[in-house]
Structure formats: structure tokens, C-alpha cells
């Protein structure tokens, strides 16, 4: 699905970036130019970035 139109990134490119290290909307921006132009992507691309750092997160081993 295209997450941001500008600049044609799908939220698949979003996942593959985080996955390679990506860790803000900062980093995103800098990675994939997403949200530089008109800025109406930004909501979805946090939802994505949030969805996929918890998926991350729960995949971690709990410490105790
Ligand atoms: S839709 Fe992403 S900057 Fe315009």
C-alpha cells in the first residue's frame, strides 16, 4: 500500500527500512524522503513505524 504519494513509498519499504535500522519518523524522512514534501503521510507512516517497532518489541525474549 502506498503510505506516501510524493515520493511513491509503500508502507512494505517503510517495514524494510526499520528493519534495517530505521527507528524514528527523523530517520524515515532521511532513509526514504517520506513526509518531506506535503507532510500528509506523516500520521500513517508513524501508525506503521509504531505497529512494526511493537511487533519487534514482542518478539523479543522478555527478561525478567
Ligand atoms: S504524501 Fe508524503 S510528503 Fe506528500
Redesign the pocket.
Known amino acids: 500500500m502506498y503510505?506516501?504519494?510524493?515520493?511513491g513509498?509503500t508502507d512494505t519499504q517503510i517495514e524494510s527500512a526499520i528493519d534495517n535500522g530505521a527507528e524514528t519518523m527523523k530517520e524515515l524522512t532521511k532513509t526514504l524522503?517520506?513526509?518531506?514534501?506535503?507532510?500528509?503521510?506523516?500520521q500513517c507512516?508513524k501508525r506503521v513505524l509504531n505497529r512494526k517497532l511493537l511487533q519487534i518489541a514482542e518478539a523479543q525474549p522478555q527478561v525478567a
Open positions: 503510505v506516501c504519494i510524493c515520493h513509498v524522503s517520506v513526509g518531506s514534501q506535503c507532510g500528509k503521510c506523516c507512516t
